[in-house]
């Protein structure tokens, strides 16, 4: 992902600084990260580079050479790409540099890099990241905010199933992102990173977000706890060694050491909770309902046909 980054923004300084459009083969050669490439690779990778800076608003145009019309070149006009003066004060960039500092995605500072554009930071600190590494799903996470921001509809594959969701909110918990929103089965949270082949309907506009939904009253719960559907109670069974974590997560009191915890958890979300249980491997088992019981054996047998 680094790689990614540093690549990406060296083509967007190259095209800004070059006082003519450049060429394929002038990015090639010139610009750090694509000379050791095969032609196709090199050519996948341009393709994929250009695609993201569009995304990311980034004014990236194809003109011709010459009157003509026989060679081409890209350019990105530094008067379009530049963001208006804020006129941001000398301790308001201070309280941006160090909130830029306090987190990064997937490894990568972006938000330092972001603050160039606004005159600068603050020479008083390091560049190095204070907080948290947020994760390595920029790019999903980027097409989420957009499509709750645009209420627009998503889909995407989630353990094995074809999901259609109204996203109403994003949040990031106990590292890691979560986006939470309507299903037809109700309301439904979904961890970001196990989603894939995520797909962003066109149309905006498309749903209601409800005006009492509050993101934080969702995420201040167990994921399992979110949604709209029937409540069941699950009787879970966790090993010994694992037990204190179970009892930290449920936030029970813990059994006594080489003792098993059995704990009884209130279920919305079966998706979300039948997760959380598998994670634990052998160490958990789900005594009641039979039908979560049977889910998760459904679950393992697909997965070890799947590797055979």
Same mark, same amino acid.
Do not use: C
């Given at each position: 992902?680094?790689?990614?980054?540093?690549?990406?923004?060296?083509?967007?300084?190259?095209? @800004?600084?070059?006082?003519?459009?450049?060429?394929?083969?002038?990015?090639?050669?010139?610009?750090?990260?694509?000379?050791?490439?095969?032609?196709?690779?090199?050519?996948?990778?341009?393709?994929?580079?250009?695609?993201?800076?569009?995304?990311?608003?980034?004014?990236?145009?194809?003109?011709?050479?010459?009157?003509?019309? #026989?060679?081409?070149?890209?350019?990105?006009?530094?008067?379009?790409?530049?963001?208006?003066?804020?006129?941001?004060?000398?301790?308001?960039?201070?309280?941006?540099?160090?909130?830029?500092?306090?987190?990064?995605?997937?490894?990568?500072?972006?938000?330092?890099?972001?603050?160039?554009?606004?005159?600068?930071?603050?020479?008083?600190?390091? @560049?190095?990241? @204070?907080?948290?590494?947020?994760?390595?799903?920029?790019?999903? @996470?980027?097409?989420?905010?957009?499509?709750?921001?645009?209420?627009?509809? #998503?889909?995407?594959?989630?353990?094995?199933?074809?999901?259609?969701?109204?996203?109403?909110?994003?949040?990031?918990?106990?590292?890691?992102?979560?986006?939470?929103?309507?299903?037809?089965?109700?309301?439904?949270?979904?961890?970001?990173?196990?989603?894939?082949?995520?797909?962003?309907?066109?149309?905006?506009?498309?749903?209601?977000?409800?005006?009492?939904?509050?993101?934080?009253?969702?995420?201040?719960?167990?994921?399992?706890?979110?949604?709209?559907?029937?409540?069941?109670? $699950?009787? #879970?069974?966790?090993?010994?060694?694992?037990?204190?974590?179970?009892?930290?997560?449920?936030?029970? $009191?813990?059994?006594?050491?080489?003792?098993?915890?059995?704990?009884?958890?209130?279920?919305?979300?079966?998706?979300?909770?039948?997760?959380?249980?598998?994670?634990?491997?052998?160490? =958990?088992?789900?005594?009641?309902?039979?039908?979560?019981?049977?889910?998760?054996?459904?679950?393992?047998?697909?997965?070890?046909?799947?590797? =055979?």
């Amino acid at each position: 992902m680094q790689n990614v980054v540093e690549r990406v923004l060296n083509l967007l300084i190259y095209l @800004l600084e070059s006082p003519r459009p450049v060429t394929a083969d002038d990015v090639r050669y010139t610009v750090q990260g694509y000379g050791q490439e095969s032609d196709e690779a090199f050519h996948r990778m341009f393709e994929r580079d250009k695609d993201l800076l569009r995304r990311m608003g980034v004014p990236l145009k194809l003109v011709a050479l010459d009157e003509w019309e #026989v060679d081409f070149g890209y350019t990105v006009d530094p008067d379009e790409y530049a963001l208006a003066d804020p006129g941001l004060t000398q301790e308001e960039k201070v309280a941006l540099s160090v909130a830029a500092r306090m987190v990064r995605l997937g490894g990568s500072h972006l938000g330092v890099n972001a603050l160039l554009k606004l005159g600068g930071v603050e020479r008083v600190a390091g @560049l190095e990241p @204070l907080g948290a590494d947020l994760g390595e799903e920029s790019d999903v @996470l980027g097409e989420l905010f957009g499509a709750v921001s645009q209420r627009r509809r #998503v889909a995407f594959d989630y353990r094995g199933h074809r999901r259609e969701l109204e996203p109403w909110g994003i949040a990031h918990r106990r590292g890691h992102w979560y986006v939470t929103g309507k299903t037809p089965e109700g309301e439904r949270v979904y961890r970001v990173d196990r989603m894939a082949k995520v797909e962003v309907s066109e149309e905006t506009g498309q749903f209601t977000r409800p005006d009492d939904f509050d993101i934080r009253k969702v995420m201040d719960g167990q994921p399992w706890e979110a949604g709209s559907g029937d409540e069941v109670e $699950a009787r #879970v069974r966790f090993d010994p060694d694992l037990a204190w974590w179970a009892a930290r997560t449920l936030g029970v $009191a813990a059994p006594a050491e080489g003792e098993p915890l059995e704990a009884t958890v209130p279920v919305v979300n079966k998706d979300a909770f039948l997760g959380w249980v598998l994670s634990f491997g052998a160490g =958990a088992e789900i005594l009641e309902p039979s039908d979560l019981r049977d889910e998760v054996v459904a679950r393992v047998e697909g997965a070890l046909e799947a590797l =055979a």
